[in-house]
């Protein structure tokens, strides 16, 4: 028995190294390297926004390249775990022309962020407004998470106005018991204080929790006019489908961030998710199904528009913020002595990079580590995700926090 | 069993526990080619030794709690993070000096260890496995929500330095993990000679017995979850002042369980067995996790993710496979294999 | 004191969940004595394997659950045939970390299939409130709640009433001993296993009722195992009740203890009771007290 268990195991490491020996290549290459949670709690963002970046790269190499240089994408699945994305970037760090890391999950980018500055890296990370108090290599997708929650707070100002009502409105907010969740408030609570709200104590669960009734009903008994739902996305759905069910959602406006239920988990709650708000940097709904540039690129590489997640169109967004920045960076230096230095500055020289209407435009600068300063509100109308604004610019919240 | 022809002629040789010239050869030469290793190694593999010294640590204490006393703890990972804490606190907070945070880092650990042990003086098996399961996420859920630990934030130590040389890389960092290993498992191995770790073992074989012939069960247990608790502190201090960024997500019941599946596959009750068991689950994660790009690389239609939980299923299966063929672990292969070794060239 | 009754109620609601996947727990412990990880994977697939025959294949209500429930008997009969009975013999604690093992390869299945999605089941059961004296519950977790109480009854008439429940009963109290009366112990071990499998996919299917099937989904087995040890290992009656108990603390103390403490009392609330218990009374609420001085 021993002797076939250690046949079995010599195999299984041949075929592990014949795999990992296959991936050297000779070409002109850069690297991008993702470590995403493919199996973790954040997976339905995760996989859908790096299947987006996977197919353009895809797209990317086949047309040639950035100027004959291909472009190398590295999926690594951390599962959530900083001890494992640590391992994961120390083990890649050194592979030539790594160029980009991009650390999902504010626990992980927190860690990675260190040594990204360290070995004179750059680095993306989702939202956390940290990185763009402290200006340093890392950048972020889009808006801070708090810029995008005073967005919200803004819309529900001038909602509150066009209603008629007078006096301020009563905001409550609940989301994740953990560094994500309370995130939006470091610098978003300044600024509804700035705005005049009643912000009520926030209320915080774990991930994974059966029913929000609790909170919810604390929430409407304080008096809540409006309540933002945090949390990737099932849970803003289920709590808002909790809300329905307690009969809240005919007098109180459900809002969200950009992680808010997306067109899939739609289709089957259309009746909760009723008129909820979904405040987004990037395009949703109906406005990305209409978007040919996302659509075709999903229909080649995916097939039926029935799945479509547009999330996808996000991870595009990243796929054409890095390479404008290559080609800048190759512009400056040439593929020789091609560094992640150097994509760091190229980043910084993108502002006002247009992404085909994704997103809106680039405002990384070097005073700003912003994917981009706007943001649309959306509604859940009969089922659909349409958009009721333009892209507005968001307020500074996080300048409003002592970090 | 004693290799052919080596006899304890003395006293002194009979207690040793290197007694060949043998050993003693293989021994330094190893201890200098650890020491000499970030001259010539690679830095990935450096900064893996870094991390799989750590785990040893951490196993080495779950070893002689659950090893060796028989108390079954899932604790670990908390504990690691109480350590974790404590030296981030007194290195931020107070400027109190690495070298000085590391040991009370340690006992800080061990001092919530026995408050955590105490469930064992009432329940045993499985149902104490559970009740440090639950310690572990009350220790998490305080850390969270205090003041001092920074919160939902988490702290920011600095790499330690000694008369103004920072060990700041993962090349430097491993002369102090390699060196704490080398002590923690001297002193493990010698703790289980003596007169404690017999009590140790009289409490695991069978605890009854063990009191008739005057261990004091409390006593014993408590400290046993005291000196493996220790040792996750240490580890956890070590931890902190690697990755320089201290957070409660970190740690989690899953780390936890993986410590438990090292010692597991490594062998209860085997020194050695420790760096097996941790040697084993760290390649195997590691080879799933990097085989997992190559993998979608070559099986393009397949994509990133779905590559990525084959890596979950296979991380799954071998342990499962491992236990089914081999339950009483790697030690007990490595066993068999010392004894045919030293019998060589007699078959018996 | 309506407040505290609706808080009460939607924690019972709850609870009944975190009961039923507890009785999956008990059922294996009582008679193999091995503590079931992998229980929350099972009820995952119980729950996706009803959604695959219901919202995948669009099959009526009763064409869906039997095949389902099929499934994920076959699951569990496959758990034990495979990966728990070559361990027989071993240290229970391989066994538990086999479970372990079979947790973390079923979840890489599990994610494998829905790739990060998440599926929701139609609605199956009739929708909307009950309003009973200001205190209003839901008709669909009600009717989950009844089905819960209908499957402890069963099962403890099985127990009590057929040949096949002895025989389990026998089993749990000596393995040896009941081999020697002609029970065959490892056929046992698989009815369990089916067994179990099929109260697996009661649960899965009333928790999908409550929340979309995802990545969280299977966590719900660690809130069983909570309720399992807290109601002693081998008491469905304990299950039973420490679930619909555990249920109303989670809710409560999180109604009147999270403004105190800043939140996040559901995180603990669980893990607090089970300590309590174990000091107190350490072989569960309603579990057998074995006599045996530690």
Redesign the interface.
Known sequence: MGKRLGILFTMVVVICLSLTMSTFGAEKEVAYLSLADYTGPIAGLNVPADMGLEDFIKEVNAKGGVDGVKIKFIGIDTRYDVARAVSAYKRYRRTPRLLMVNSISTGIGKAVARLIERDKKAQLVPGDGEFQAHIGRTFLWGPAYQDAFAATLDWIMDDWKKKGKSGTPVVGYLSWDNPYGREHLRGGKEYAEKLGIKFLPPEFFPPGTLKHDVYLTRLAKAGADYIHAGGVDPTPTNVIRDGHALGLTKTIQFTTDYWGPTALGIGVHAEALEGTVITSFYERGEDARNNPFVTDQWKKYRGSMDKFNEVYGMGMSWGMTYVAGLKKALKTTGYDNLKANHMYKAYQELTGLKKHDIQGPCAYSPKSRLGSKVVKIYRVKDGKIVPITGWREVPNAVGLHTF | MRPCGVFDKSYALDIAIIRTWQHWAVLISALVFLYLFPLFGSYYLISFINLLCISIIVVLGLQIVSGFCGQISFGQAAFMAVGAYTSSILTIRYGISFWLALPLSGIMAGAVGIIGGAPSLRIKGMYLAMATIAIHFVVIWVILHMEITGSFKGLYPMPPSIGGFEFDTDERMFYIIVSVVIIMTYAARNLMRSKVGRAFVAIRDNDLAGEVMGVNLYYYKLLAFFISCFYAGVAGSLWAHLITVVNAEQFTLLHALEYVGMLIIGGMGSIPGVFFGVLFIRILNELVMFTSPALAKALPWMGSSPAASLGLIAFGLAMAVFLIFEPRGLAHRWEIFKSSYRLYPFAH | MI?FL??SI?GL??GS?YALVAAGIVLVYKSTHV?SLAHGQLVAFGALFFWFFLGGLGLPFWAGLIPAFVLTALLGLAIERV?LR??IG?????A???T??????????F??YL????R?L?HFLPQG?LHVAGI?V?INQLIGFCVALLLFGLLSLIFKHTKLGLGMRATAEDHRLAQSTGIVVKTIFSYIWILSGIVAAVAGIA?AN???I???LP??G?NG??VA?CGG?DSLAGALIVGLLLGVVE?VG??YL??L????I???AG??V??LV??IR???LFGLVKIE??
């Open positions: 407040e609706q808080h939607t609601m709850t969940l503590v990966a070559p361990l071993q240290p229970l604690l391989a538990f970390l086999m372990f093992a079979l947790f973390i390869a079923l979840e890489g299945v994610v494998l790739k990060g999605e998440t929701t139609p409130n209003s839901p928790t409550v929340m979309d995802y990545y969280m966590y719900i660690i195992l909570i040890i290992l809710n999180a109604a999270d403004p403490v800043g939140g996040g559901k995180d603990v893990y607090a089970l300590l174990l000091l350490p072989y569960g001085r530690i």
